[in-house]
């Protein structure tokens, strides 16, 4: 298998247009930082881990992957996946019947939040578990203000795989990249900072995202 080069998939001009018509402040310095595993309460992310799997057995498609994936291209384009030419398949899937370990992480996920972002906050919207198949890419795009004002990616299960951030506030466009892992997880200024994991991922990945807002933002 070649190297896939990372694509950048959002126009920058795009995020800057997205940041001038909502207005979002900058919040912390750098705009992210890395989140130990050390650092998270055990319970919650055991919990939630435990759920993904069985939620994720319950997947038939999950059980037939592996045997289809080893004939995907290295790049797989959203909405056109196909597994050497049989029935469409999702490059990610979320999984189902998690909600309860889902809302418990939301909240023992707060106070890192709120002392990363300064100020206090709420919690908005959750996404996931979410399962990603090999080849999957995470397309750079900014978050929804002011729901999504700090996001918290959590992964659960899988391979490294390396999250390319922009700060796309004001006039400062610099590029960075951290390697998040199911020891290492980020949170973000979502609204602020183009994001996102365009190198094609090179096996099955679970993970789960938290937002939150803060008390103050305006609407
Ligand atoms: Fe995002």
Do not use: K, N
């Amino acid at each position: 298998m070649s190297e896939a080069r990372p694509l950048l998939l959002m126009d920058v001009g795009e995020a800057l247009d997205a940041l001038e018509a909502h207005g979002g402040p900058r919040l912390t310095p750098r705009g992210y930082e890395l989140l130990d595993d050390g650092r998270i309460a055990d319970g919650p992310i055991q919990r939630l881990r435990h759920a993904a799997r069985e939620a994720a057995r319950r997947r038939r498609w999950y059980r037939e992957s592996e045997r289809e994936l080893g004939q995907w291209p290295v790049v797989v384009w959203p909405g056109e996946m196909t597994a050497a030419g049989q029935r469409p398949v999702p490059p990610s899937v979320v999984l189902h019947d998690c909600g309860d370990a889902m809302r418990e992480m939301h909240q023992s996920l707060l106070p890192h939040a709120a002392a990363f972002a300064g100020t206090r906050l709420q919690p908005t919207m959750s996404y996931g578990p979410r399962l990603y198949r090999r080849g999957s890419v995470l397309l750079m795009h900014v978050d929804r203000y002011p729901s999504h004002e700090i996001g918290i990616s959590v992964v659960l299960s899988g391979p490294r795989w390396e999250m390319h951030l922009v700060d796309a506030s004001m006039a400062r466009l610099q590029p960075a990249s951290e390697t998040t892992s199911e020891h290492t997880h980020i949170l973000y200024e979502g609204c602020r900072m183009m994001h996102g994991c365009p190198t094609p991922l090179r096996a099955q990945r679970v993970a789960a995202f938290f937002h939150y807002r803060r008390c103050e933002a305006s609407t």
